[in-house]
């Protein structure tokens, strides 16, 4: 004879039942957003993609300056200042928090301006741990030993004070940009490759948002303003004529601000922000960042005359005429901008 179900098998029974619609739930949701509203990385290098739209929320784990990556299989050569035999740590990010300490004050250069680290234990031997601290004869052009799988070292570099400055020079003036090799080398190593092209035709800004009704001339938001359009920014392209761009891997992606230089997906595009966007959360890599007082020169762009066009259902501005730029070597400025 069949025994009936008592209370506590008809409740499990149901339970299991309720797990399983909210899981289908939440895999077709998930689906959903996957397909129609995550942004390919090839889209990217075709089109010239849009900002995209995120809700405003509390920003959870930024990174603000504390940055300390480097580029694996990379060795960087240079005059040590510490010696890796001597001088041992359990992480790279050890070693370039040493290098760091050695460029923070405020008058004069940094006493190490590199690091070189052995992490993988196999292939470094007696050598793992090792961390040299070195300091390059020209920081925009630092002397690479060697680079590919078979290299066993972690490189960084280290922007001090007034160094790691490049140009952005067009006919409206030259944006001073500070580069953020501790929080996005691959993206730094790329614009100092460009350093050394005599030409960068093709770069340009097409693109042209001005702050609208909607930041103030600070970049924050005003209460219960829309958040666009316009977006507040200037777009435009990183990639030289007959030049073959590599994707830029997703680095730091620290909230928008002001003055933030960042890339569109992988790149070649990418956007200098005339407002602090706390809406757009951690969506973008940023590189660099324009000198406070070089933020008149993007805004004089953004006033531009421009045309309306419509990107995936998001209304924009292009310029009429696109503004071509140059990048210049800046072995020194007084400009500082070590944080992000």
């Not at 506590?8 to 909210?22: G, K, Y």
């Not at 949701?29 to 075709?46: H, Q």
């Not at 992490?119 to 690479?144: V, Y």
Request: net charge negative; hydrophobic share 35%.
């Amino acid at each position: 004879m069949g025994r009936k179900p008592n209370d506590s098998e008809s409740s499990c029974n149901t339970s299991l039942i309720l797990l399983l619609v909210v899981l289908s739930s939440c895999a077709l949701v998930y689906l959903f957003l996957s397909v129609f509203l995550t942004p390919s990385r090839e889209y990217y290098s075709i089109h010239v993609e849009p900002l995209e739209f995120l809700e405003e929320d509390a920003i959870a784990g930024e990174e603000n300056g504390a940055c300390c990556r480097g580029i694996e299989n990379m060795e960087l050569w240079g005059n040590a200042v510490k010696w890796g035999s001597d001088f041992k740590f359990n992480s790279s990010e050890e070693c370039c928090k040493a290098c760091k300490a050695m460029c923070s004050g405020n008058d004069g250069p940094c006493l190490c301006d590199s690091w070189v680290f052995c992490g993988n234990r196999e292939a470094c031997g007696s050598k793992f741990g090792e961390c040299w601290l070195k300091k390059q004869k020209d920081t925009l052009a630092p002397q690479r030993q060697d680079l590919g799988q078979k290299v066993s070292w972690t490189s960084g570099l280290i922007f001090g004070k007034g160094e790691g400055i490049v140009g952005f020079e067009t006919e409206y003036g030259t944006l001073h940009i500070k580069l953020f090799p501790d929080c996005a080398p691959h993206s730094v190593t790329y614009i100092l490759e460009l350093l050394t092209l005599r030409h960068c035709a093709g770069c340009q800004f097409y693109r042209a948002e001005s702050r609208g009704l909607s930041w103030d001339s600070e970049g924050n938001h005003i209460k219960n303003a829309p958040l666009g359009p316009p977006f507040a920014l200037i777009q435009g392209k990183l990639e030289p004529q007959g030049i073959t761009f590599n994707k830029i891997p997703t680095e730091v992606c620290p909230i928008i601000r002001r003055g933030s230089v960042a890339w569109i997906g992988s790149g070649p595009e990418f956007f200098i922000s005339l407002a602090n966007h706390q809406e757009w959360k951690n969506a973008y890599t940023v590189f660099g960042s324009v000198l406070p007082e070089d933020m008149e020169i993007a805004e004089k762009i953004a006033q531009l005359p421009t045309t309306p066009d419509v990107w995936n259902n998001i209304n924009v501005t292009v310029l009429k005429k696109p503004v071509p730029f140059s990048i210049q070597r800046i072995k020194k400025s007084n400009g500082d901008l070590n944080g992000m």
